[in-house]
Structure formats: C-alpha cells, structure tokens
C-alpha cells in the first residue's frame, strides 16, 4: 500500500511541474528546458531555511516560492527577447548553470552529496510523515494547482496570453498590459515548480543536484507535449504517462540499472512516435512550433 501511496505523491508533485509547464509552453508558446531549475531552487531553498535557519515548513515555503518567483523575473525577460531555438538553448543552459552550481557551492548546496535530514513537511506540532499523509496533502495542492491555473488560463487574461503566444509583433499594441500578463504568469509558473520543489524535498528528506539535471527537464516537456499542450487535462494526462513508464518497467521485473535503461527506450519511441502521428498530443493541444 505505502507503494501505491509513493507513486501518488510522484504523480502530484509531477502535476503541479507539467501544469505549471504548461502555462509557459501552451499558453505563453516558450518551449524553456529551465522549469526544473525552479524545481530544484524550491527544494534547496526551503531545505536551507529549515535546517540552517530553523524556520517552520509554511515560513520556508513561502520564502522558497517568492524567492524563486522573484529570481525567474531576469529568465522571464531574457526569453521574452529570444525566439525560437535561441529560447531552447539559453532554457536549457541556464538549467545546466544551475546544476553545475550546485555541485559547487558545497558550504550552500552540500554540493554532490547534496542536503540530508531535511524536516517533513509540518505545521507546528502536526508532522506529515506517513506516505499517507504527504499524498493525501501532495494531491490536495496539485488539484488548487490545476483549479489555480484554470482560472488563469479561461479567463480574460487567456486572450493576452495567447496573443502573446500566436503572434507577439500583432500584440505590440497591448504593451503594458501583456507585459504585465507574461510577467506575473512566468512568476507564477515559476513558483509553482518551487512548490513542487518543497514539497518533493519534505518528502525525500534529501536532495542532490542529479535529481534535477537535463533528464528532469525532458520529462517534464514530454508531460507536457504528450498530453496535449494548453488542454486543461493535458499535463496531468502526460504526467500520468510519464510516470506510470518507469513503474510498468519496474513491474516486470528488473533492478535499477534495467529499468532507467529501458525507460529511456521507452520513453524516446513513444516521444518519437508522438511527433510523428500525433504532434499535437494525445488531447490535441497547442502545436508548438
């Protein structure tokens, strides 16, 4: 049962990272390998604060998510003046910058043997240290999560957003007010994979830079582009894909080694496959282009 619960937790945390993604990819039409970057400065910041600065989970999520929304503004401005392939590459050397620098500030980072003992995730005296109870809460915030994006994503807002997306030199008129809109929804996204970040670090009780490297990066845009991008139930579809490849692998049988290994396979045919037949994903999303 305690496996069934673990896989639960996965598939939350993974939700919140696609569908947060999701507000970058499907909606604002920036294919960025970074969101993991944001996932792994909300682990380590949340981690720092309480096992150096002592504070309580809430305070240290808090601090975590607006540290990392505030950090994400220059990367959001950057892309904003990038296009095309030059997004991807300047995404996904920022993602490698970060990786590389916490390998190497050891007396911060714990550099490659990472941060051990991190607290569960608590609000006073109550501990959520089953796998029980940190699914049942993992779930509860991927499901606001998802509402919290719905919201954005079908309101008016979805029309700036989009024209951001579909045309940004026709919505040159629309300054300000987009500029406002692409700011605060790449915040926003950024945050979220912060979110994910703390939760996934309570979780663990440790973290080391390997867990959010490149193969991080290209699973979240698979879950993303599998589902079907800008389609309410697309991410977490692709999500739901993505993990359950390793698990099927695993429930055949095999040790660590056999299962990433042909999870890799796996995961490049059915990629391969998906741009081939079905470039808009499996809900026939946004084709990024």
Request: with cysteine; proline share 4%.
């Amino acid at each position: 049962m305690n496996y069934l619960w673990h896989v639960s937790f996965l598939f939350a945390v993974f939700t919140i990272l696609a569908v947060s993604l999701d507000l970058l990819i499907g909606h604002l039409g920036l294919l960025v390998l970074c969101h993991s970057a944001f996932f792994a400065l909300g682990a380590y910041l949340s981690a720092s604060f309480m096992l150096s600065a002592h504070l309580p989970f809430p305070v240290s999520c808090l601090f975590a998510i607006l540290a990392t929304g505030v950090i994400s503004l220059p990367v959001a401005f950057a892309a904003r003046r990038l296009r095309g392939d030059a997004v991807v590459l300047g995404s996904f050397a920022l993602l490698l910058v970060t990786v590389d620098l916490l390998k190497n500030l050891r007396n911060l980072t714990g550099g490659l043997d990472g941060l051990r003992g991190i607290p569960p995730v608590h609000f006073g005296p109550v501990q959520l240290v089953s796998y029980q109870s940190q699914a049942v809460f993992a779930i509860l915030i991927a499901a606001i999560s998802w509402l919290l994006v719905q919201r954005l994503t079908f309101s008016a807002q979805a029309r700036f957003l989009h024209a951001l997306r579909d045309d940004p030199y026709a919505a040159v008129g629309l300054r300000v007010y987009s500029t406002t809109i692409y700011f605060r929804t790449f915040a926003l996204a950024s945050g979220m994979a912060a979110l994910a970040g703390v939760l996934y670090a309570s979780y663990a009780s440790y973290i080391n830079p390997s867990v959010f490297g490149s193969d991080q990066a290209i699973a979240l845009t698979a879950m993303v582009l599998l589902g079907g991008a800008a389609r309410p139930w697309g991410p977490v579809l692709g999500a739901l894909i993505v993990i359950s490849i390793p698990e099927i692998v695993r429930a055949i049988g095999g040790g660590p080694s056999y299962v990433g290994a042909v999870n890799y396979v796996v995961m490049g045919l059915v990629l391969f496959l998906f741009a081939i037949y079905r470039p808009k994903g499996i809900l026939g999303g946004y084709e990024f282009k």
